[in-house]
T-cell receptor, first 113, second 114 residues
Framework: KAGVTQTPRYLIKTRGQQVTLSCSPISGHRSVSWYQQTPGQGLQFLFEYFSETQRNKGNFPGRFSGRQFSNSRSEMNVSTLELGDSALYLC????????????FGPGTRLTVT | AQSVTQPDIHITVSEGASLELRCNYSYGATPYLFWYVQSPGQGLQLLLKYFSGDTLVQGIKGFEAEFKRSQSSFNLRKPSVHWSDAAEYFCAVASYSSASKIIFGSGTRLSIRP
């Protein structure tokens, strides 16, 4: 099975712009979660989507949003980018049922200038 | 609130030496515990997990971890490290009700001395 894929891998944006990141989960996985990784704050949970519905949400401002499509692919959007949004954004998927193992993608490195 | 503490920011060990990375968690009930590894520029790879049962769990790449409820610890061990083990290691915790909302520790960077 192919692993979790994220596109693009690298992105440079300007402050004030918006950005959309994409994540394709492992085939058959219906849950997709997003995490932000920065040197200062470490790994922080953004949100989780399951069957096109947001199921859990972390403590991030409303500028961070996401969605999930019927094929379980997910997108994350950040509007009005700030310098502090520069980070590695990781997507993880897990199968349905009582499986708590998450499988992570390689991440998207976002740089805001 | 759940939290995870990894007290060692950076550890250097010689190749072939044993390794122990420390992890302490704070949680009311028995949590779900994980160790992940991250190589530079890469995502996270699950090394091992503990949900219930035997407190000594075996993982991939020769790693093991022991859950000690009395000490709220879940330390990662490896009897003999290889140069390829150099990476960042994260301990993490999740709850039954929010299994996808993983709380990560700050990580321990492992360097291997030739």
């Amino acid at each position: 099975k192919a692993g979790v894929t994220q596109t693009p891998r690298y992105l440079i944006k300007t402050r004030g712009q918006q950005v959309t990141l994409s994540c394709s989960p492992i085939s058959g996985h219906r849950s997709v979660s997003w995490y932000q990784q920065t040197p200062g704050q470490g790994l922080q949970f953004l949100f989780e989507y399951f069957s096109e519905t947001q199921r859990n949400k972390g403590n991030f401002p409303g500028r961070f949003s996401g969605r999930q499509f019927s094929n379980s692919r997910s997108e994350m959007n950040v509007s009005t980018l700030e310098l502090g949004d520069s980070a590695l954004y990781l997507c993880a998927s897990r199968p349905a049922g009582e499986s708590y193992e998450q499988y992570f993608g390689p991440g998207t490195r976002l740089t805001v200038t | 609130a759940q939290s995870v503490t990894q007290p060692d920011i950076h550890i250097t060990v010689s190749e072939g030496a044993s390794l122990e990375l420390r992890c302490n968690y704070s949680y009311g009930a028995t949590p779900y515990l994980f160790w992940y590894v991250q190589s530079p520029g890469q995502g996270l790879q699950l090394l091992l997990k503990y949900f219930s049962g035997d407190t000594l769990v075996q993982g991939i790449k020769g790693f093991e971890a022991e859950f000690k409820r009395s000490q709220s610890s879940f330390n990662l061990r490896k009897p003999s490290v290889h140069w390829s083990d150099a990476a960042e290691y994260f301990c993490a915790v999740a709850s039954y009700s929010s299994a996808s909302k993983i709380i990560f520790g700050s990580g321990t960077r492992l360097s291997i001395r030739p």
